[in-house]
């Protein structure tokens, strides 16, 4: 996809177009005005329709499948089944794990939870396709369903040895200890729900594979498909040229897509597959349901001494997801004392999945609530606690922090907030029959870094073009590219062109894990340099240049043209130059790994996650960070919770952006009340069924349900992370937000709800 820039916004905007400045997210205009065509858009001759069917039960076996009133309907082009549909080879995880040398089949017969493909029809029309999915009948033998974590027979799991962390005695010094506080915390399963649903159209030519789907991982997809289908990598094209929402659920490629490739291979046609929306809670996992039990043993001053830690979360009967729930226990607070150990328990779900900040989001409820029970129980204010508690490195990798402006983020929020009024005691505070509470919690979220490819040209009528199989979902990767490209080579942004979302360009790593930004604009700014570079050597050194008399050691370009930086020779545009020495374009490609790296090295990197680079390697921890200070109203009637103020201070480093890095804190915020608040998957413990698997009965915010939200930036360079001192951005801000509002709900009721979503009948 090729995105041009286009010039709008005020006078209060300027400076946006260079690295730092507001400039508007330049993917908007097209989105706004429909022209934006997304992957399942596109229009191809002889396109097929798929429609899945799925099983009615949460565990057993498929005893038959009868096919024959669908095979009969109109239109209906093949009904594939497990009998049928061709053998594909199985496929590596996305660490790269050699997978087991055994077929693959995206439609099952053994049934691991409700929802499950057993079956598609493929037809000539989407509506045919659909009527004639309704018409197959399968039958099962049934078999006991483990339906969640609360469910007796799941047990109580099996450990993760390598979540387990600890130092000194924390049980020993927690029994010790003059203050004991302990406490049992819960999340429920969490979706997604993207607006855009998952989707794809599939097309062979010989044994060349195109796939426009949505995708935040267009290598690591591709991997997957050549693995299936037993081609070469090169004979993967994969195209995403925009994605209407992905918050992880978007990074592979799935048993749905595996059908949709399949069919129009057996069929020798393109297929276009795109789920139902009650299909978007089972094709893929959401955020796992969790449990933690958190015991914090401290001093009657508050100074803690002990924290020990046991979590849990469910995963499926057939595959392994773990939520780290430790991540953000073990470094947020100095303590003498740690000991953090996690269990996985196998229960009849699809497989959960990555959903915005995995692992740190569950962690920073449990430990961010306990602290605050902890300030209650020895009588001082949240805040103070966190203060007296503040980790000056990392108290688990035992390495200074490359920054961490906790402490003035702690600052800024609490005075933009008012938070020296606080009333400490409970049900202190109201406006009429509206109970009304402050609660403060805090977030982090690591550094996570890869490598990544971009090429920069300098064409012949001096506009940049930028080339990546980076994408963008709406974090504004086209906009932050553009600026990095714009700045280093002197061009107004408007003459940048960025194109994305393609893998036969240049390669790039998972858009996951806010590493984007970070990898990519490290990969721009080394391409944009380096042709920078050759566009002023050759300034200087072709003797067709105007600038060749000059003997100059260097040139300046700004603004798309070039001069002496004394002011003494030819003023001219790149265009003109070009012209000049016969030049039709200049090129570099910026690539972040290695010279050493070898092919097969890139080709781990780029296709799985294997390569990624620790947040702790070397000599720092690399970590964004945020406080919220919230503000709720609780109906002292119908015990019905409002949020009505939201103040947070984020430490994300070096904004490339500060516009859309706004965005973006303020979208985790809102998410964040929606979880706090509002979703919760609901499964029918009869059949293992999620009874909500719609956007009217699973609640998210809407308009309505969100305050204004007042984000600070407190964030300074941070060139120990990445090479514009920028750190993580999407991420962060959903860290420590239920918490905050949970907190709140506390201060503004004296109750403890610590089981998410907070509804009304948990305050009764």
């Known amino acids: 996809m090729t995105v041009h820039i286009t010039r709008h916004g005020d006078a209060s905007d300027g400076g946006a177009e260079a690295v730092g400045g507001r400039l508007s997210r330049v993917d908007g205009p097209a989105k706004i005005t429909g022209a934006a065509k997304y992957a399942v858009e596109q229009q191809l001759e002889g396109l097929a329709y798929a429609a899945l069917v799925e099983s009615t039960v949460a565990a057993g076996r498929v005893r038959s499948i009868d096919t024959t009133d669908a095979q009969a309907a109109p239109g209906v082009l093949l009904v594939l089944t497990p009998d049928n549909a061709m053998p594909l080879r199985t496929a590596s995880d996305w660490l790269g794990t050699p997978p087991p040398d055994v077929p693959y089949c995206p439609l099952a017969r053994d049934i691991t939870f409700s929802g499950q493909h057993v079956a598609a029809v493929i037809a000539e029309t989407f509506e045919q396709a659909v009527a004639a999915a309704a018409m197959v009948k399968v039958t099962y033998d049934e078999t006991p369903a483990i339906v969640d974590l609360n469910d007796p027979k799941a047990g109580d799991g099996f450990p993760i040895e390598m979540m387990t962390k600890e130092w000194g005695d924390a049980n020993t010094a927690f029994t010790s200890a003059p203050v004991r506080i302990c406490g049992a915390y819960t999340t429920p399963r969490e979706y997604q729900a993207p607006m855009e649903p998952h989707g794809l159209i599939a097309h062979w030519e010989g044994e060349h594979l195109t796939v426009w789907e949505p995708s ?8 997957t498909y050549c693995e299936w289908f037993a081609i070469p990598f090169e004979n993967v094209r994969l195209v995403s040229p925009y994605i209407g929402g992905g918050f992880g659920s978007k990074a592979l490629a799935l048993a749905h897509s595996a059908v949709a490739a399949l069919a129009a291979k057996m069929l020798d046609r393109p297929v276009k597959l795109v789920v139902t929306r009650p299909q978007t809670f089972t094709a893929y996992g959401g955020r796992a349901s969790t449990r933690q039990t958190l015991a914090l043993g401290a001093g009657s001053d508050g100074k803690l001494q002990s924290i020990v830690h046991r979590g849990v979360n469910e995963t499926s009967m057939d595959g392994m997801w773990v939520e780290p729930l430790g991540s953000v226990t073990s470094i947020m607070y100095a303590t003498p004392n740690f000991s953090s150990r996690q269990n996985v328990v196998r229960v009849n779900t699809v497989m959960p999945g990555a959903m915005r900040a995995p692992g740190e989001n569950p962690s920073a409820f449990g430990i961010e609530c306990a602290i605050d029970e902890l300030a209650y129980e020895v009588g001082i204010d949240p805040l103070a606690i966190r203060l007296l508690n503040y980790a000056e490195e990392d108290p688990h990798a035992k390495k200074p922090w490359s920054t961490r402006q906790l402490r003035e983020a702690f600052a800024a929020g609490a005075e933009r907030f008012g938070w020296s009024k606080r009333d400490p005691k409970p049900r202190s505070m109201r406006d009429g029959n509206q109970l009304i509470g402050w609660g403060v919690a805090a977030g982090t979220y690591p550094v996570r870094r890869t490598y990544g490819e971009a090429i920069v040209r300098i064409l012949a009528d001096g506009s940049v073009e930028v080339e990546s199989s980076s994408i963008d979902m709406g974090q504004g990767t086209y906009t932050i590219l553009a600026q990095t490209a714009a700045e280093t080579v002197g061009v107004p942004a408007g003459d940048v062109v960025v194109k994305l979302g393609d893998s036969r360009f240049p390669r790039a790593g998972v858009t996951g894990g806010s590493r984007l930004a970070v990898v990519m604009t490290g990969a721009v700014y080394k391409a944009a340099t380096s042709v920078l570079d050759q566009l002023v050597g050759l300034a200087i050194s072709d003797p067709r240049s105007p600038f060749h008399a000059l003997q100059a050691n260097t040139l300046v370009v700004a603004d798309g043209r070039i001069s002496s930086p004394r002011g003494d020779g030819p003023d001219v545009s790149i265009a003109e130059l070009l012209a000049s020495i016969g030049r039709d374009q200049i090129e570099a490609m910026g690539d972040t790994m290695p010279a050493s790296a070898t092919a097969e090295e890139r080709y ?161």
């Open 216 to 223: 935040q991982w267009l290598d690591g997809m591709a991997r």
């Open 604 to 764: 781990k990197t780029y296709t799985t996650v294997a390569s990624s680079i620790p947040h702790t390697e070397g000599d720092y921890s690399r970590h964004s960070w945020c406080a919220h200070f919230i503000e709720v109203r609780v109906d002292e009637d119908f015990g019905t919770v409002r949020v009505s103020r939201v103040v947070s201070a984020l430490d994300s480093g070096r904004l490339y952006n500060p516009k859309l890095a706004e965005s973006q804190w303020k979208g985790g915020i809102i998410m964040g009340i929606g979880q706090a608040l509002l979703e919760e998957g609901i499964v029918d413990r009869r059949h293992g069924r999620i009874v909500n698997n719609n956007l009217a009965d699973y609640l998210v915010p809407t308009n309505a349900d969100i305050p204004d939200i007042e984000v600070i930036s407190v964030g300074i360079p941070d060139l120990h992370s990445s090479v514009l001192g920028g750190k993580g951005v999407g991420e962060l801000a959903i860290v420590g937000i239920a918490p905050a509002i949970a907190n709140a709900v506390f201060h503004a009721t004296g109750k403890r709800v610590r089981d998410l979503p907070i509804t009304l009948e948990k305050l009764i």
